[in-house]
C-alpha cells in the first residue's frame, strides 16, 4: 500500500482489490480487477466501496448494501451477492485497508524554517521536522522520522526508523523510542514520576534520575503521560497500544502486545505481562505483578498482584438504581458483620445436629 508520502492527498485514492487480497492472504470470490476508492458503512456504501462485516447480526444489511466489496468470513460468503472478500478476520483486513486512505496531509520532508535544531543532532534520511518543533542537544532521529508541529524533543533523545511525532508532544530529555512508533498529541513521555520521602510531616522531592524506554511498534494515544523512572527506566514493551488520557508511572514495565484501554492509572513499579488487556478506567495500585494475557474489565480498581497468566479479572457492581445502589452500598458495609453472623450460626446449626443424631443412636 501507499504510504502518506507516497500520493497526493488532493488526488483520488485507489487500491487495488487483488493487491489488498496479496498483502493479507484474504481469498476473493467475485471481480479480481476492482478499485476501492473508500471505505464506508453497510448503510452508507456505493459503488467504489469497501465494507466489512464481523458478527451475524449484521448480515440482513448486506441485502441492501451498495458496496462493491464486502470482507467476510469464510461461513458467511453466500450472505452477498456481489464480490465478497475472505478472511477470519474481517477487522484485520479493514485496519490494513484503513491504512491506505490515511486522512493525514502528506508528509513533507525537510525541516521547517521556524523549528529550532540543535547543530548537534544526528538525522536520518527523509526526516520531516514540523513548524515551531524544538529538537534539543544531543537527539538521534532515525530515517523516515516525523516530528509534528509545536512538539519538543529533549537533549538525548534517542528515536527509531519510521517513527511518527504528532504536533504538540513533549519528549523529555534521553527518552529512547523505537522504530515505527507513532506518538499522538499531547503525549508527555519522560517527564518526573511522583516521587517523595516523608519527613517531619513535610515531603522531600526524589529526583528522578532514569528514562523511559519504548520498543518498536508502539502507538501512545492523546495526552497519555509516561513518567522517567526514578532510577533505571519505565519500560513499554514491543507492540503495545495504549489508548488516551492513560496515566503510567515510574518504573512501571509493561510486557509486548498488550493494550491499554483510555483513562487507566498505573501507580509506580507495578510490572504488566506480555498480551495483557487492560479495560478503560481502571486503577493500579504500585509495585504490583501481573501475568502474561491478563485480562481486566473496565472500571475496576486492581489493589493487589495477578498472577494467575490467561485469566480475565474483575471488580466494582454494575449499573442499577441510585436507590438501590445506595441500599447496597449500606449492605456492602455490613459484609463482615454478617459473615462473622452466619459462621456463628453454622456452628450452632451443626451443635445442634450432632446432639440430635446422638439423641437418636
Not at 487495488?16 to 467475485?30: D, F, Y
Not at 513533549?170 to 518526573?192: F, K, M, N, P, W
Not at 514520576?193 to 519504548?214: K, L, T, Y
Not at 480475565?312 to 459473615?339: A, C, D, M, P
Request: hydrophobic share 35%; proline share 2%.
Amino acid at each position: 500500500m501507499a504510504s502518506d508520502s507516497e500520493h497526493d492527498k488532493n488526488t483520488p485514492v485507489t487500491l487495488l482489490l487483488k493487491e489488498l487480497a496479496i498483502q493479507t492472504g484474504a481469498v476473493i470470490r467475485g471481480d479480481e480487477t476492482l478499485a476501492i476508492h473508500g471505505i464506508a458503512t453497510l448503510d452508507s456504501a456505493t459503488e467504489g466501496d469497501l465494507c466489512f462485516v464481523t458478527e451475524e447480526k449484521y448480515l440482513p444489511k448486506l441485502e441492501r448494501c451498495q458496496a462493491s466489496v464486502v470482507v467476510l468470513k469464510p461461513e458467511y460468503q453466500g450472505s452477498f451477492a456481489g464480490t465478497v472478500l475472505l478472511h477470519d478476520n474481517p477487522y484485520y483486513i479493514y485496519a490494513r485497508a484503513s491504512q491506505h486512505f490515511s486522512p493525514y496531509p502528506a508528509i513533507q520532508q525537510g525541516i521547517h524554517p521556524t523549528a529550532v535544531v540543535h547543530e548537534s543532532v544526528t538525522l536520518g534520511k527523509g526526516v520531516s521536522i514540523a513548524a515551531q518543533a524544538v529538537v534539543e542537544q544531543g537527539v538521534s532521529i532515525g530515517d523516515y522520522c516525523v516530528i509534528g508541529a509545536g512538539s519538543v524533543v529533549g537533549a538525548g533523545t534517542k528515536l527509531g526508523d519510521n517513527t511518527q511525532i504528532r504536533a504538540n508532544v513533549t519528549l523529555h530529555a534521553q527518552s529512547q523510542i523505537g522504530e515505527r512508533c507513532i506518538i499522538h498529541s499531547g503525549v508527555v513521555i519522560g517527564d518526573d514520576g511522583f516521587g517523595f520521602a516523608p519527613h517531619e510531616e513535610q515531603w522531600e522531592r526524589i529526583v528522578q534520575m532514569g528514562n523511559v524506554r519504548i520498543g518498536d511498534d508502539v502507538e501512545i494515544g492523546a495526552n497519555t503521560t509516561i513518567d522517567r523512572a526514578a532510577l533505571s527506566s519505565t519500560v513499554i514493551g514491543n507492540g503495545v497500544k495504549i489508548d488516551n488520557l492513560v496515566q503510567i508511572g515510574h518504573n512501571v514495565e509493561i510486557g509486548d502486545n498488550t493494550i491499554i484501554v483510555a483513562c487507566c492509572g498505573i501507580g509506580g513499579s507495578t510490572k504488566i505481562g506480555k498480551n495483557c488487556k487492560i479495560g478503560g478506567a481502571t486503577g493500579m495500585a504500585g509495585h504490583l505483578d501481573i501475568a502474561d494475557g491478563v485480562m481486566i474489565t473496565g472500571m475496576s480498581q486492581v489493589t493487589g498482584s495477578l498472577r494467575k497468566p490467561y485469566t480475565s479479572y474483575s471488580s466494582g457492581t454494575g449499573i442499577s438504581e441510585t436507590g438501590l445502589w445506595r441500599r447496597n452500598v449500606v449492605r456492602f458495609k455490613q459484609l463482615s458483620e454478617l459473615t462473622t453472623t452466619v459462621k456463628k450460626l453454622q456452628k450452632q446449626v451443626k451443635k445442634l445436629i450432632e446432639n440430635t443424631d446422638g439423641r437418636e443412636s
